[in-house]
């Protein structure tokens, strides 16, 4: 927070909705994606569905980031907290880097699509019972 990339909110239950709502949206269409063998975009949705799942999270704690690198810090403080499996931040860190991979560096496979688009199911299952409690 220091440094700008956190910044504290009122929790709105309408704005937490609407970031999983989009989570969904983006979940559906890279499941489209994969199926249509359009394996960069379906990459690239993945990480985006966990993005916005996040984001909910972070919402209902107080949250908002600034930069995409800020949810990372909050679900490592998590974990250190015992509310989140150390898994969760690995699949949305390798999300992270394989949309990276996809949009800078013109890399990826129908393998690191299908095993994205399923921790993002997981991911926005757990983030959305984590934000339910």
Partial sequence: MKEGFLE??????????KEFKESEYDL???????????IKWSIIMSYY?????????????????????AIAVVLEDLIKKGKL?????SDFHAAMSA????????TYSEETSSY??????????????????
């Avoid at 504290?8 to 909705?17: Q, V």
């Avoid at 688009?117 to 019972?129: C, G, H």
């Fill in 99 to 106: 949309r990276e991979d996809a949009d800078y560096r013109y």
């Fill in 116 to 133: 994205l688009i399923d921790s993002a199911k997981e991911f926005l299952n757990v983030i959305r019972s984590m934000v339910k409690k």
């Fill in 85 to 89: 499996k150390s898994r969760f931040f």
């Fill in 28 to 38: 559906k269409r890279s499941e489209d994606a994969l199926n249509e063998k359009d």
């Fill in 8 to 17: 504290k909110i009122k929790p709105e239950k309408d704005l937490i909705e």
């Fill in 49 to 69: 569905s966990m993005f916005h799942a996040a984001r909910a999270l972070l919402f209902s704690l107080g949250l908002k980031e600034r930069r995409h690198f």
